[in-house]
């Protein structure tokens, strides 16, 4: 008997209509990448497990798809991010790369992780990285790249907002508040959660960590008053002292990075949040993360400076800069907010320039493949119908359900060497020479 089939929990399917979608979304981030000046790069889509315990410890394990090959010792992994497999790369040859590295990359992860919306086992990432700059410079020009691509999308600061922290700047403020050195970590990572906890579990875990009691409040205020800090990027500087009680030494990383946004033309997009620490505990600096402006979905992208990444793997000290930027949340927000073309991408597929229809019978039927395989050597789009009717008519229609520029019918003419032209567009038709045919469709 025959059996129905259905794809994984948590993958998606693309047909023509999606896949329009998807490489419209991917031509916006590799063009945005392109004239910034950074180059593609692609990995294997699994590595040796270790790979990624090295750098996120034992505990990523659960969230991975991983497998031992039948018979071998290696333990391997569908890669779940890009950044690892960047940082090997970038140590193998580190001594023979110029600097400074800038590299993208649009591959397909996969993490074992229960689906929701947003949240898929298998999607795209864009990663945009830059290495072998320690000044705020990287961290813009990566920002940039992102907002770039946006813009591209039909997106504004109305629909997205660039959240940005930095923290070393966190970790002065906690300090100040009296945070135990060796308590940083743990209040990074319940800064990291403080959107999934109510007040109550929120306040708790403040406590064991040493925020309770007036410090805390002080603390959970000092965070609220900061949260939605806007530019100009002195005030956002001055806002963040006043806030927490750092000094302008202990703000000044994050307000350079400020300032570069602002000479940039990229400020309206961004706000400063003090609450953005990024759980990972390799971000070493600036950490953003980009989110609709209306707080309603997951992050659409994340990233920071990772400084000691590099040297984990085996290389020098780089210091280095990335950002990841998923497909799934972004088309969500597209959709969302209109950007995305009311007929499902139909609009997006590639057009035809030329539809062919054979209506002479076997005159035209024998000329017709040698026509269509020189106009497609000669790089031009062209599609015939396949249906046996020789009603002019409806196949006329099913030229215009391609959205073909042309139609190119070959009639009693054709023995003389003449085709009949209609311009779908314009309806106009008129009679090219078979020789002519291909300047024509050019437009030349």
Not at 175 to 203: I, M, N, W, Y
Not at 308 to 327: I, K, N, Q, S, Y
Not at 381 to 401: I, P
């Amino acid at each position: 008997m025959a059996r129905e089939f259905q794809g994984p929990k948590g993958t998606r399917d693309f047909y023509p209509r999606d896949m329009a979608l998807r490489r419209h979304i991917e031509a916006a981030w590799r063009q945005s990448s392109v004239v910034h000046g950074f180059e593609e790069i692609d990995g294997p889509t699994f590595e040796h497990l270790e790979l990624y315990t090295v750098k996120s410890g034992e505990g990523i394990v659960s969230e991975l798809f991983s497998f031992r090959r039948a018979g071998g010792e290696d333990d391997y992994a569908l890669r779940p991010e890009f950044t690892p497999t960047l940082a090997r790369m970038v140590a193998a040859k580190a001594g023979g790369l110029p600097h400074p590295i800038k590299w993208f990359a649009i591959p397909s992860h996969f993490r074992a992780e229960r689906p929701q919306r947003g949240r898929l086992r298998e999607f795209l990432q864009w990663n945009v990285d830059l290495l072998g700059i320690d000044g705020p410079q990287a961290e813009v020009e990566v920002l940039s790249t992102a907002i770039v691509a946006l813009e591209r999308l039909g997106l504004s600061p109305a629909d997205v907002r660039v959240k940005i922290s930095h923290r070393g700047v966190v970790g002065a403020a906690l300090r100040s508040l009296g945070v135990p050195e060796e308590r940083t970590a743990d209040a990074f990572a319940l800064l990291d959660r403080r959107d999934k906890l109510d007040a109550a579990s929120f306040t708790a875990r403040a406590a064991e960590i040493g925020l309770g009691g007036t410090d805390g409040e002080k603390a959970l205020e000092a965070f609220a008053r900061v949260a939605r800090a806007r530019f100009p990027a002195a005030d956002a500087a001055q806002a963040v002292c006043a806030a927490t009680n750092c000094s302008a030494a202990d703000a000044a990383p994050l307000a350079a990075v400020l300032d570069g946004l602002k000479a940039s033309g990229m400020d309206e997009w961004c706000e400063v949040d003090l609450g953005i620490v990024r759980g990972l505990a390799y971000y070493t600096g600036a950490v953003f993360e980009l989110h609709e402006a209306s707080g309603g979905e997951r992050a659409i992208a994340g990233g920071g400076r990772y400084d000691g990444l590099v040297e984990m793997f085996g290389g020098p000290r780089t210091p280095a800069v990335g950002m990841g930027m998923g497909d799934v949340v972004l088309a969500l927000v597209l959709r969302d907010r209109g950007k995305l073309p009311a007929d499902d991408g139909e609009s997006l597929l590639p057009r035809p320039d030329a539809f062919f229809i054979s209506a002479e019978g076997e005159a035209s039927d024998r000329l017709l493949p040698g026509m269509l395989s020189s106009l497609r050597r000669d790089g031009l789009h062209v599609r015939q119908s396949y249906k046996s009717t020789r009603n002019v008519g409806k196949l006329l229609a099913d030229a215009g359900k391609c959205r073909a520029r042309m139609a190119v019918i070959l009639g009693a003419e054709v023995a003389e060497g003449m085709v009949q032209v209609k311009d779908l567009d314009r309806n106009e038709q008129v009679m090219v020479a078979v020789a002519d045919l291909a300047r024509h469709l050019r437009g030349d």
